[in-house]
């Protein structure tokens, strides 16, 4: 037997038109493979720079924490220091020897807010006159007529002996100090023109002499001030009830005190206008115009000028009028 294949070539046109197809096909999966690998380099691309920006931050944080550790650690030494601090502070005493100031209360009141004590060559001027001894004129006549004790123990002297231990308490180490008393008279309580107050000796000086002195006499301001006015001071710190009740000047001379009778010595009082007058002219004579002027004055009936006086002369001269009150110092 023979068997014949025939192969016949059956449509030959369809065949090219899905070859066609195929090639058409192929292009498009190969382009899709272009863009599938672009996307993916690009994915790529991008996974490296997010990972290299992860590591940096990752690398921050840790100086943030070592930074936040160092913080914490030196925050609890400071904790440590602060704890000691105020343990220290609690438990140690309290130092009195360089202000030697007590009061009945067994302290003091530091409320004057202003008043300082500086300058290079301080003058403390107190008044020791007979007004100082009270606040009432009634009770000023009686101790004026009683004993040296009963003066000494005046309650408005002895507040004006604390007045003056807190002024001479807080005098700067490096300035020179002079201390007088001024009534009828003067009476230096330094053992010479200026001291300085850097040692308790030197206070303690100070505070005998004070405790020596008898409130009694007038108030003669112009002693006070011309004497001052020699030592050349730089600051005077004035402690006082009121305005003057005597002078030095020729007032027979001078026509606004021609109604001062008791300045012409024709009587022994003397009034509110004419202490006024009497004040002025004090000022005028001293010659203070550069030295600084602090005054703390104390109270009294009958000299409602006093204050006004006082605080225009003050502060012409850049210093103080202190009013304070009874619970001080």
């Known amino acids: ?13 369809d065949s090219n038109a899905e070859a066609n197809n195929l090639i058409a096909e192929i292009q498009l999966l190969q382009s899709q493979q272009v863009e599938l690998q672009q996307a993916l380099d690009q994915l790529h691309n991008t996974s490296q720079s997010e990972t290299e920006k992860i590591k940096k931050l990752k690398e921050k944080l840790a100086e943030i924490k070592q930074g936040l550790s160092k913080k914490e650690s030196n925050l609890n030494n400071k904790r440590g220091e602060l704890t000691a601090l105020k343990n220290s502070i609690a438990t140690r005493p309290i130092a009195h020897k360089d202000d030697l100031i007590e009061d009945d209360r067994g302290g003091e009141e530091n409320y004057l807010i202003g008043l300082k004590v500086e300058g290079r060559r ?17 009770n000023i006549i009686r101790r004026k007529n ?10 408005k002297w002895l507040r004006t002996k604390k007045i003056v231990r807190w002024l001479l308490a807080r005098t700067p180490k490096v300035s020179q100090l002079s201390v007088l008393a001024f009534n009828d008279s ?5 053992k010479s023109e200026w001291v300085s107050v850097n040692t308790d000796a030197t206070l303690n000086s100070f505070y ?14 112009h002693k006070g001030l011309q004497a001052v006015s020699r030592l ?14 005597t002078g030095e000047s020729n007032y027979s001379h001078l026509n606004p005190f ?7 010595g024709s009587s022994k009082s003397i009034s509110g206008e004419c202490r006024v007058k009497l004040f002025r002219q004090t000022v005028k004579e001293a010659g203070l115009a550069d030295v600084k002027v602090n005054v703390i004055l ?15 002369w003050a502060a012409s001269t850049g210093g103080l009028v202190i009013s304070p009150a009874v619970s001080w110092p």
């Not at 003058?123 to 004129?137: F, G, N, R």
């Not at 009683?146 to 309650?155: A, C, D, W």
């Not at 021609?258 to 012409?264: A, M, P």
């Not at 104390?298 to 225009?312: K, M």
């Open 258 to 264: 021609s109604g001062c009778s008791s300045l012409l």
């Open 146 to 155: 009683s004993s040296i004790q009963n003066k000494k123990q005046g309650p």
């Open 208 to 221: 005998e002499k004070l405790d020596s002195i008898v409130p009694a006499g007038a108030t003669n301001l």
């Open 122 to 138: 301080i003058a403390v001027l107190i008044d020791s006159s007979a007004s100082m001894t009270d606040e009432k004129l009634l």
């Open 186 to 190: 003067i009476h230096s309580l330094g």
């Open 298 to 312: 104390l109270p009294i009936e009958g000299d409602p000028s006093a204050v006004n006086e006082y605080w225009s």
């Open 232 to 245: 050349n001071a730089t600051d005077i710190y004035i402690i006082t009830d009121g305005l003057p009740t």
């Open 1 to 13: 037997m023979v068997l014949v294949f025939i192969l016949v070539k059956y449509d030959v046109s």
